[in-house]
């Protein structure tokens, strides 16, 4: 069983930046990810990292966001920038092992207003 805990999340103007970082009580080997949700909405896929440090973003993103990690502290980022109103939403963490085994964190709400 791992654990994740997302923290850095807050509230900040249209514009401005944020970093996310998620820690994980175990090793992150696998593919791990940040998602995002709004009341009513499904969950969105943010972005992935790779073992092999390749990443993939949602369209929405693409050019604002990076995502990263070090193997070493177990951890996860996501470093926000250029953030809209439309990026508000509560943002977790995902560890998918082995291709099938999710853990998820509890969220981190972001607001960003206008």
């Known amino acids: 069983q791992v654990q994740l805990v997302e923290s850095g999340g807050g509230l900040v103007q249209a514009g401005g930046s944020l970093r996310l970082s998620c820690a994980a009580s175990?090793?992150?080997?696998?593919?791990m990810a940040w998602y995002r949700q709004v009341p009513g909405k499904q969950r969105e896929l943010v972005a992935s990292i790779f073992s092999g440090n390749t990443t993939s973003y949602a369209d929405s993103v693409k050019g604002r966001f990076t995502i990263s990690r070090d193997n070493a502290k177990n951890t996860i980022y996501l470093q926000m920038s250029s953030l809209k109103p439309e990026d508000t939403a509560v943002y977790y963490c995902n560890l998918r092992k082995y291709g099938f085994i999710d853990y998820w964190g509890q969220g981190t709400q972001v607001t960003v207003s206008s």
């Open positions: 175990g090793s992150i080997a696998g593919i």
